[in-house]
């Protein structure tokens, strides 16, 4: 005997639903979340990432004003604004990149900078230590002194 036309219905959505149930399921516990990746990558990978985040940051507040500038306009998106397609062969944004390329070597170089600026610091402060500490023995033992 043939079963109704509604069970078989039924039937379809409950396995799809149970298909994409389980599949959104699987997605939603299975991805780790960004924290959890960051803090999975390798120490140099991290300071990486940590390094270029203003940069990340700077282009994507710069994208951001493109594209409310070119809202404001009634042309079609293709004919506004200073973003060229990235299929076309224009130098425009060869341009943008050199430009957020040279922004990042600048920055990389300032940490670069700052770090040995610290470096030195430090060897500053341990050599005056141990400087410090001759001069004292110095004082106590004198080359003239047998006592």
Not at 90 to 101: E, I, K, L, P
Request: proline fraction near 4%; aromatic fraction near 10%; charge should be positive.
């Amino acid at each position: 005997m043939e079963r109704p036309l509604w069970v078989r219905w039924l039937k379809v959505y409950a396995i799809g639903g149970a298909i994409i149930g389980s599949g959104f399921l699987l997605f939603k516990y299975t991805t780790p979340t960004d924290q959890q990746l960051i803090s999975q990558l390798s120490p140099e990978l991290r300071l990486q990432y940590e390094r270029e985040k203003k940069l990340r940051q700077s282009e994507q507040q710069a994208l951001m004003k493109i594209v409310k500038e070119t809202s404001q306009s009634d042309d079609p998106i293709w004919k506004t604004g200073p973003l060229q397609s990235p299929w076309e062969r224009n130098g425009d944004n060869v341009q943008s990149r050199d430009h957020f390329a040279k922004v990042r070597a600048e920055e990389v170089q300032k940490e670069e900078l700052a770090r040995i600026r610290n470096e030195l610091s430090q060897l500053r402060s341990e050599t005056e230590e141990k400087t410090k500490e001759i001069v004292q023995d110095k004082q106590v033992k004198s080359w003239w002194r047998f006592w």
